[in-house]
């Protein structure tokens, strides 16, 4: 039996030729789509129009790998269009979408031929995405702080440009950390924080109850459980809703923590995965099941005023408490060892448990194993379930909160517990 080499018909120029046209093709129909919107504004062609310039654009380059034939049809490609630009002017429409689109399309010629396939597909699925993104966009414009957007360049300064430069080495002969890793950790949980914030804020800010969570949950779930129990306190009928939403913001808790597992110290993920993974989905289908048979009304996503993490006060003051923690830890272990850590992990639930649980996973402690770390990373988190239950009951009230608060009292009791006892 004759078997096909797939990779022997990737490198065919008639694939390729043949791949670079239906793409091209694609990309037309995406634009009849992106037009329908504005069907009075001046048009550039159709699905044959990008086709037949995706097609050009590889025959040119196909007959001369120098790309002076390709060059020349670009030349001759862009008077044309400054020609139409020029005849949009006059009708008062400005987009240069159309334009910058179809030069990408004519670059996929050379893009299938001097690249990987795959960065061909990837250049694809940008342009569609970006053409397909446009009611997101506007709704961005007009409801985005133009002081997150510089909020957003500092932090990505900080990250893309200082994290390279800092030394990868101990701070002190105290602490086994380095400058890297610490601002690694920083970075990890302001963007999956900042992930959260952006979807909670902007994509979704009148989603539901559900919804908001889920979402508050991957920004910060004791921020979201203290919003929500103030709203239930005001809103007796909605009460239901509200409790099954604290319960849900707790259960991506879990994801969070895994997530942030992987990223920093993944030798964690072997205790941390299943037992997380099954409180995780267990609280969100019981969320799910406490609302069922009532009406799930929108709400204004108040967690979402919450400061920007991003912002970079807020990440040198969680880089300033994870040092302190790490500090902490390292003095408890030496004096106190497994028994005082795990005292402390419980203590430290009733605050902030961001800084202490990066600390587990980036201080290299001398003195406790790994599971003596997991073990403080369950209660910790344990009694953070604790202190959310709390919440609920003061700030929302017994008769209103009583179910979310008992079922974020029984995930502390199951997380703590299994710390105890399974290491």
Same mark, same amino acid.
Request: contains cysteine; proline residues 2%.
């Given at each position: 039996m004759t078997t096909i080499d797939l990779n022997a018909v990737l490198s065919q120029l008639w694939f390729r030729f043949l791949l670079v046209g239906l793409l091209g093709f694609l990309t037309g129909l995406e634009f009849r789509v992106y037009r329908a919107d504005n069907p009075t504004k001046l048009a550039l062609g159709s699905a044959r129009t990008y086709t037949l310039t995706a097609l050009l654009g590889f025959v040119l380059f196909a007959l001369d790998h120098e790309f002076r034939l390709f060059l020349a049809g670009m030349v001759a490609l862009m008077v044309f269009y400054g020609l139409y630009y020029y005849r949009k002017l006059g009708q008062d429409q400005a987009s240069s979408v159309q334009m910058l689109a179809g030069l990408i399309v004519y670059s996929f010629g050379p893009l299938s031929q001097l690249l990987p396939l795959w960065f061909l597909a990837l250049v694809f699925v940008a342009l569609i995405f970006t053409l397909s993104a446009k009611p997101i966009t506007h709704r961005l414009y007009q409801h985005m702080d133009r002081r997150e957007v510089v909020t957003l360049a500092k932090f990505l300064l900080l990250a893309a440009v200082v994290l390279p430069l800092l030394p990868n080495r101990s701070i002190s002969p105290y602490l086994s950390a380095t400058h890297f890793a610490i601002w690694v950790a920083v970075v990890a949980i302001s963007a999956i924080s900042y992930l959260g914030y952006i979807l909670q804020r902007y994509v979704a800010p009148r989603g539901g109850y559900l919804i908001t969570g889920l979402l508050g949950g991957l920004?910060?779930?004791?921020?979201?459980?203290?919003? #929500?129990?103030?709203?239930?306190?005001?809103?007796?009928?909605?009460?239901?809703?509200?409790?099954?939403?604290?319960?849900?913001?707790?259960?991506?808790?879990?994801?969070?923590?895994?997530?942030? !597992?992987?990223?920093?110290?993944?030798?964690?993920?072997?205790?941390?995965?299943?037992?997380?993974?099954?409180?995780?989905?267990?609280?969100?289908?019981?969320? !799910?099941?406490?609302?069922?048979?009532?009406?799930?009304?929108?709400?204004?996503?108040?967690?979402?005023?919450?400061?920007?993490? #991003?912002? @970079?006060?807020?990440?040198?003051?969680?880089?300033?408490?994870?040092?302190?923690?790490?500090?902490?830890?390292?003095?408890? !272990?030496?004096?106190?060892?497994?028994?005082?850590?795990?005292?402390?992990?419980?203590? @430290?639930?009733?605050?902030?448990?961001?800084?202490?649980?990066? *600390?587990?996973?980036?201080?290299?402690?001398?003195?406790?194993?790994?599971?003596?770390?997991?073990?403080?990373?369950?209660?910790?988190?344990? *009694?953070?379930?604790?202190?959310?239950?709390?919440?609920?009951?003061? #700030?929302?009230?017994?008769?209103?909160?009583?179910?979310?608060?008992?079922?974020?009292?029984?995930?502390?009791?199951?997380?703590?517990?299994?710390?105890? #006892?399974?290491?």
């Open positions: 920004y910060s779930s004791t921020a979201t459980t203290v919003v #929500l129990a103030r709203k239930a306190r005001a809103s007796e009928k909605d009460a239901r809703n509200i409790g099954a939403a604290m319960v849900a913001a707790s259960g991506m808790m879990y994801l969070r923590l895994l997530v942030l !597992i992987g990223v920093l110290n993944p030798a964690f993920l072997h205790p941390a995965l299943i037992p997380f993974a099954l409180l995780s989905i267990a609280a969100i289908v019981g969320a !799910i099941v406490m609302m069922k048979n009532s009406s799930v009304d929108s709400v204004d996503s108040e967690a979402a005023q919450s400061r920007n993490p #991003l912002e @970079v006060g807020t990440a040198f003051l969680f880089a300033l408490l994870f040092i302190a923690m790490l500090l902490l830890t390292k003095v408890i !272990i030496h004096y106190f060892g497994s028994t005082g850590l795990q005292l402390l992990s419980f203590g @430290v639930g009733f605050t902030d448990i961001d800084p202490f649980v990066l *600390s587990l996973l980036k201080g290299g402690y001398q003195g406790v194993g790994m599971a003596q770390l997991a073990s403080a990373i369950f209660i910790a988190v344990g *009694s953070n379930n604790f202190l959310k239950s709390i919440y609920a009951v003061s #700030l929302g009230g017994w008769s209103r909160c009583r179910n979310a608060a008992t079922i974020l009292f029984v995930m502390g009791a199951l997380t703590l517990g299994y710390g105890v #006892l399974a290491f």
